[in-house]
């Protein structure tokens, strides 16, 4: 029979349970000096944070439940030092350059507490529809599945197989959702999934009854097309360029004395039609004009010049500028015109644009010079032809989706740069 021997006499109000959890406590801390697994990694703060902080456990194999199985190296079983550590289904951690996600916990009414985690072996990439870019890290099973009716003879040119998906829910993977497509893999080969429409679960409640405390997303995904037209195949984010966004600002340019005060109105388009949406403006330099954050009203306190920028609130690449430019005397504001408003020709068009500039409102003769900036578009694909002074036409001969042909047109010292995209023909 074996005794425990105090170095000094217990309290005699001490609780057998609680010498139980420090004898268990200290026979931990020794194995845990003694392990040759034990490895500094780093664990989400709280759910869902985003924010790490490095802690030491003991990295193990993780074993199937129910074959016993060694489960393989994208799967592992942590054991913390902590008794009183707390673990949580889809809490992050990263280590070895993955991410990895908690997909089962060993906590409750446990002494040991341990979790299996699993590698997260890609990214969820996705865009909502006020164009803001999101990504997840995920883990993509393995096995790509087929029902058994598909075995059936069918067109050959029909993708086949499911797949299924496990990420943290959290607020950005809350906003998937049902028929939603996705791309995996690289630039040279990517892959499309698209979501069921009973394929977004999140039905593994933490509490029975809580049906918030889901914190596990698992998405079923049947295979689909790559859209060459819509998907951003550089970056791997399916239906990028379903929606296309176009800032105007009204004025465009301003110039006053010390003093004065202007309104912004910036013209907003998805897909060419005109739309309200919530903007949020800046100045670069608050000693020379400053603008309400939320409202775009200007008012010019100081000599020299500066930028007011503003952005959709929910997508800070629908943005434009408007310069400013103050003196002590009062300056008639210049205003430089492109129309029509709308941004893109279609692949076999030719559309001519016209160029004006307005001073204080009015039209003035101004003549001006057009030239290509700043634009990665091949030039294979368009022709740009001066017509006269006040115009020039673009031919789109081949669409690309992957930037905006910028062009600029000078009068002077004034100047004024639009993007126009190069579209495919519907």
Request: aromatic share 10%; proline share 2%.
């Given at each position: 029979m074996a005794y425990k021997y105090y170095k000094t006499s217990p309290d005699i109000n001490t609780n057998i349970n609680d010498i139980f959890v420090d004898d268990f406590q200290e026979m931990l801390d020794s194995e845990f000096s003694a392990a040759s697994d034990v490895h500094d990694i780093l664990e989400e703060t709280s759910f869902a944070s985003g924010s790490y902080v490095s802690t030491t456990v003991r990295v193990n194999e993780a074993v199937a439940a129910e074959?016993?199985?060694?489960?393989?190296d994208d799967?592992?079983?942590?054991?913390?030092?902590?008794?009183?550590?707390?673990v949580e289904q889809g809490l992050k951690y990263y280590f070895n350059e993955n991410y990895w996600i908690t997909t089962n916990t060993m906590e409750l009414k446990n002494l040991a507490i341990a979790c299996t985690i699993r590698r997260c072996n890609n990214v969820l990439r996705w865009v909502n529809t006020n164009g803001q870019s999101y990504e997840e890290p995920c883990a993509i099973e393995y096995v790509i599945n087929r029902s058994i009716d598909s075995l059936a003879t069918k067109d050959p040119t029909t993708p086949e197989g499911y797949v299924k998906i496990y990420c943290q829910e959290n607020t950005n993977t809350k906003k998937i959702k049902v028929g939603q497509r996705f791309l995996f893999g690289n630039t040279s080969h990517w892959t499309a999934y698209k979501t069921f429409g009973n394929g977004l679960n999140s039905f593994l409640n933490q509490q029975t009854y809580d049906?918030?405390?889901?914190?596990?997303?698992?998405?079923?995904?049947?295979?689909?097309?790559?859209?060459?037209?819509?998907?951003?195949?550089?970056?791997?984010?399916?239906?990028?360029y379903d929606n296309t966004f176009t800032v105007t600002p009204y004025p465009s340019s301003i110039s006053g004395s010390i003093g004065k005060t202007f309104q912004i109105?910036?013209?907003?388009?998805?897909?060419?039609?005109?739309?309200?949406?919530?903007?949020?403006?800046?100045?670069?330099?608050?000693t020379i004009a400053t603008v309400t954050g939320s409202g775009g009203a200007v008012s010019l306190i100081g000599n020299g010049s500066t930028t007011i920028g503003m952005h959709m609130v929910d997508n800070t690449s629908a943005s434009a500028n408007v310069t400013v430019?103050?003196?002590?005397?009062s300056?008639?504001?210049?205003?430089?015109r492109v129309s029509p408003s709308d941004r893109f020709v279609l692949e076999g068009d030719t559309t001519t644009f016209t160029v004006y500039g307005y001073n204080g409102g009015v039209l003035s003769l101004d003549e001006f010079v057009f030239s290509i900036t700043g634009s990665a578009v091949p030039t294979a694909n368009y022709l740009l032809t001066t017509v006269d002074e006040n115009s020039f036409t673009l031919q789109n001969i081949e669409k690309y989706l992957t930037g905006s042909l910028v062009i600029t047109s000078t009068s002077g010292s004034n100047a004024k740069s639009v993007g126009i995209t190069l579209k495919g023909a519907w």
């Amino acid at each position: 029979m074996a005794y425990k021997y105090y170095k000094t006499s217990p309290d005699i109000n001490t609780n057998i349970n609680d010498i139980f959890v420090d004898d268990f406590q200290e026979m931990l801390d020794s194995e845990f000096s003694a392990a040759s697994d034990v490895h500094d990694i780093l664990e989400e703060t709280s759910f869902a944070s985003g924010s790490y902080v490095s802690t030491t456990v003991r990295v193990n194999e993780a074993v199937a439940a129910e074959t016993g199985l060694k489960l393989g190296d994208d799967f592992k079983r942590i054991l913390f030092k902590e008794a009183s550590h707390t673990v949580e289904q889809g809490l992050k951690y990263y280590f070895n350059e993955n991410y990895w996600i908690t997909t089962n916990t060993m906590e409750l009414k446990n002494l040991a507490i341990a979790c299996t985690i699993r590698r997260c072996n890609n990214v969820l990439r996705w865009v909502n529809t006020n164009g803001q870019s999101y990504e997840e890290p995920c883990a993509i099973e393995y096995v790509i599945n087929r029902s058994i009716d598909s075995l059936a003879t069918k067109d050959p040119t029909t993708p086949e197989g499911y797949v299924k998906i496990y990420c943290q829910e959290n607020t950005n993977t809350k906003k998937i959702k049902v028929g939603q497509r996705f791309l995996f893999g690289n630039t040279s080969h990517w892959t499309a999934y698209k979501t069921f429409g009973n394929g977004l679960n999140s039905f593994l409640n933490q509490q029975t009854y809580d049906n918030n405390s889901s914190q596990l997303l698992t998405l079923q995904m049947g295979a689909v097309f790559v859209n060459d037209d819509t998907d951003d195949l550089v970056n791997g984010i399916a239906d990028k360029y379903d929606n296309t966004f176009t800032v105007t600002p009204y004025p465009s340019s301003i110039s006053g004395s010390i003093g004065k005060t202007f309104q912004i109105n910036p013209n907003v388009e998805i897909n060419d039609i005109a739309v309200t949406k919530t903007m949020l403006y800046a100045s670069s330099d608050k000693t020379i004009a400053t603008v309400t954050g939320s409202g775009g009203a200007v008012s010019l306190i100081g000599n020299g010049s500066t930028t007011i920028g503003m952005h959709m609130v929910d997508n800070t690449s629908a943005s434009a500028n408007v310069t400013v430019t103050v003196s002590a005397s009062s300056v008639p504001n210049y205003d430089i015109r492109v129309s029509p408003s709308d941004r893109f020709v279609l692949e076999g068009d030719t559309t001519t644009f016209t160029v004006y500039g307005y001073n204080g409102g009015v039209l003035s003769l101004d003549e001006f010079v057009f030239s290509i900036t700043g634009s990665a578009v091949p030039t294979a694909n368009y022709l740009l032809t001066t017509v006269d002074e006040n115009s020039f036409t673009l031919q789109n001969i081949e669409k690309y989706l992957t930037g905006s042909l910028v062009i600029t047109s000078t009068s002077g010292s004034n100047a004024k740069s639009v993007g126009i995209t190069l579209k495919g023909a519907w």
